[in-house]
Antibody, heavy 127, light 108 residues
Framework: EVQLVESGGGLVQPGGSLRLSCAASGFTFSDYYMDWVRQAPGKGLEWVGR??????????QYAASVTGRFTISRDDSKNSLYLQMNRLKTEDTAVYYC??????????????????WGQGTTVTVSS | EIVLTQSPGTLSLSPGERATLSCRAS???????LAWYQQKPGQAPRLLIY???SRATGIPDRFSGSGSGTDFTLTITRLEPEDFAVYYCQQYGNSLYTFGQGTKLEIK
């Protein structure tokens, strides 16, 4: 079964840091780009950023709202995706989802939307 | 940044009716990178449509997508009770993804 499971959420004070993890299973993780998407309470979806795969030099891209504060990384040997969040603000309070993106293999690229999502992990930034 | 504007904000319909949801982009979007998602309360989003008109795996054929350029539409024929949810469009362009603000489809 194709699955993504996030962990690491919790309560953190403004200015603090938190690291989220996303464990992937059931597919060849290293073949895919991976994304983080968040949803503030009662609000819509906001794309946070994504990482390409090794074949595409692990290039990362971020939304303007998190650039310089958040870092996406991955460990293909552990089938894991990470989101390091620094200098957190109250407006970063949200459910954070990881999602599977483009499949990029042997110079070919296949985009089928963000087709697999985790269940989400909740981050609350509050004093 | 490409801004996606969805309309209406809320759509009130009855089971069995047809739903038409709109997504308008602030500039032209590649159809290859226009997707639609469904989200129910307390759940993660679920991919419905990718490439503007291709149904994702397991999505019933009452869901269809169309459009190009700056105007895209999600149509749900013969609404089922489980279709009442929030729907988001999403695009990829200029190295960024953006989502629309969502359309809530509610039971009339």
């Amino acid at each position: 079964e194709v699955q993504l499971v996030e962990s690491g959420g919790g309560l953190v004070q403004p200015g603090g840091s938190l690291r989220l993890s996303c464990a992937a299973s059931g597919f060849t993780f290293s073949d895919y780009y991976m994304d983080w998407v968040r949803q503030a309470p009662g609000k819509g979806l906001e794309w946070v950023g994504r990482t390409r795969n090794k074949a595409n030099r692990y290039i990362t891209q971020y939304a303007a709202s998190v650039t310089g504060r958040f870092t996406i990384s991955r460990d293909d040997s552990k089938n894991s995706l990470y989101l390091q969040m620094n200098r957190l603000k109250t407006e970063d309070t949200a459910v954070y989802y990881c999602a599977r993106d483009t499949m990029a293999v042997a110079g070919n690229y296949y985009y089928y939307g963000l087709d697999v999502w985790g269940q989400g992990t909740t981050v609350t930034v509050s004093s | 940044e490409i801004v996606l504007t969805q309309s209406p904000g809320t759509l009130s319909l009855s089971p069995g009716e047809r739903a038409t949801l709109s997504c308008r982009a602030s500039q032209s979007v590649s159809s290859n990178y226009l997707a639609w998602y469904q989200q129910k309360p307390g759940q993660a989003p679920r991919l419905l449509i990718y490439g503007a008109s291709s149904r994702a795996t397991g999505i019933p054929d009452r869901f269809s997508g169309s459009g190009s350029g700056t105007d895209f539409t999600l149509t749900i024929t013969r609404l089922e009770p489980e279709d009442f949810a929030v729907y988001y469009c999403q695009q990829y362009g200029n190295s960024l993804y953006t989502f629309g603000q969502g359309t809530k489809l509610e039971i009339k």
